[in-house]
């Protein structure tokens, strides 16, 4: 049997997108088979948009 993976994040958390420094607010969380696990993310964007996108946990960082 393998280790459990296990989440960097919880739905509710605020994170930051590393490359953009836009935060926002977990909202889902996934892992695929491969073991990377991603986040659903509601941000407003640097353009004022409202944004809700799915990002791999390692670009993203706990605010």
């Known amino acids: 049997m393998s280790n459990p993976v296990t989440f960097p994040f919880s739905i509710g958390d605020?994170?930051?997108?590393?490359?953009?420094g836009?935060?926002?607010?977990?909202?889902?969380?996934?892992?695929?088979v491969?073991?990377?696990?991603?986040?659903?993310?509601?941000?407003?964007?640097a353009d004022g948009r409202a944004q809700e996108c799915w990002w791999e946990t390692e670009v993203?960082?706990?605010v």
């Open 22 to 32: 836009e935060t926002g607010t977990v909202r889902g969380l996934s892992i695929v």
């Open 14 to 20: 605020t994170v930051k997108i590393k490359a953009s």
């Open 60 to 62: 993203l960082e706990a």
């Open 34 to 45: 491969s073991g990377v696990t991603s986040a659903l993310v509601h941000y407003k964007a």
